[in-house]
Structures are given as structure tokens and as C-alpha cells.
């Protein structure tokens, strides 16, 4: 009898695997974690002091869209 169950139960893990789609789910977790240590890499290199830059500035003036606070306190000269 316990032997009938655990093959019950083996067969039932394998029709939940096949319809969870298990390899699927995996790839996609690993897309999620991949991405998230992209990030954690690209934020290691934005100064810690960082600002966002005025976004009602011109078009010129937001090329970078983060700069530094010593940026921020010089005196930038008027766009003609």
C-alpha cells in the first residue's frame, strides 16, 4: 500500500511539472536574476551623491541625465 502511494505521488509530481512548465519558469528566474545583477553593477558606478538633473531644463542641459553635486554647484553659463 505505501509503495502504490509513493508511485501515486511520483506521478503526480511528473503531470506537475509537465503542466507548470518547470523549464520555463527556470529561464525566466534566471532572466530576472541576471538582470537585477545588471543593475546591482551599473548602480555600483553612479556617484553615491548623484542628482537628477532639472527636467524642465533644455534639451541640452539633460544630455546626461545624472551629475554630480560639484557639477551642480558651478556656475553654468547661459545657452544663446
Known amino acids: 500500500m505505501l509503495n502504490e502511494k509513493a508511485i501515486l505521488i511520483n506521478q503526480l509530481d511528473d503531470q ?3 503542466l507548470c512548465k518547470v523549464e520555463e519558469i ?3 528566474i534566471k532572466m530576472v536574476m541576471d538582470t537585477r545583477a545588471d543593475i546591482s553593477d551599473v548602480m555600483k558606478t553612479v556617484p553615491l551623491h ?5 527636467l524642465g531644463a533644455s534639451p541640452a542641459e539633460t544630455t546626461m541625465p545624472l551629475v554630480h553635486d560639484k557639477v551642480l554647484k558651478q ?4 545657452m544663446s
Open 26 to 28: 527556470d529561464r525566466e
Open 50 to 54: 548623484a542628482t537628477k538633473v532639472n
Open 75 to 78: 556656475e553654468i553659463p547661459p
Open 16 to 18: 506537475i511539472v509537465a
